[in-house]
């Protein structure tokens, strides 16, 4: 009976599609970064033997990332870890990062490396991804809070600008009331000479009569 296996080229595209999305993981997620350190330091090398599809992936850790490739590394005759599953196991391990579902994985290997493994893929997940886009796109929202010092600038900044604006508007203010004094003064002018000129009027036609009379 023939086992059930994925063509070597479209292993490798795949296995390229993950250790790019690894990769943006590891540059998004400290905590990622924090568990996959020490399997990174030690060059630890992961063979992941899947079940349905049967497929024999190696991971190695390194400072560059994870790097995925269907061989053991050169120089490498067998790897630190050995994990046997099936696909379906291993991605509800990455996808639920529940300690039951992981511990479920049947690992063999040196035991530290083993439990460093298991915390990796328990960091490990598309959670992390997401939520490390989402703090990218937000940006300034994710920024830490003004130190005493920067709020204490501001806030002498708006004292400032409050000064200028109270400054303008009393400025403004004066003016208004000399403009009021002028229009004041103008109407008071404007009535003296309407009076004085009904007066003359008045002077000048009883004049005109007298003169008529003799």
Do not use: W
């Amino acid at each position: 009976m023939k086992r059930s296996t994925l063509s070597h080229s479209f292993l490798n595209i795949i296995l390229v599609f993950i250790e790019s999305a690894l990769t943006l993981l590891l540059r998004l997620d400290p905590e990622l970064r924090k568990a996959a350190y020490p399997l990174a330091k030690q060059g630890t090398v992961v063979a992941l033997r899947l079940y349905l599809p049967h497929v024999e992936v190696f991971a190695t850790f390194s400072t560059k990332g994870v790097l995925l490739d269907s061989n053991l590394p050169i120089g490498r005759s067998e790897p630190d870890v050995v994990i046997n599953a099936y696909s379906l196991q291993v991605i509800n391990a990455i996808t639920t990062h529940d300690s039951e579902t992981t511990e479920k994985l049947q690992m063999r290997g040196e035991s530290v490396q083993v439990q460093l493994v298991k915390q990796f893929i328990m960091q490990l997940g598309l959670g992390s991804l997401i939520q490390g886009l989402i703090k990218k796109i937000k940006g300034g929202k994710g920024k830490s809070k003004p130190t005493e010092a920067e709020m204490a600038d501001k806030k002498e900044s708006y004292k400032l600008r409050i000064k200028e604006q109270q400054t303008q508007i009393n400025t403004l203010t004066i003016k208004n009331r000399e403009l009021e004094t002028t229009v004041k003064e103008l109407q008071s002018k404007q009535k003296t000479f309407m009076i004085v000129t009904v007066v003359a009027l008045v002077v000048m036609v009883g004049s005109i009569i007298t003169l008529l009379m003799n």
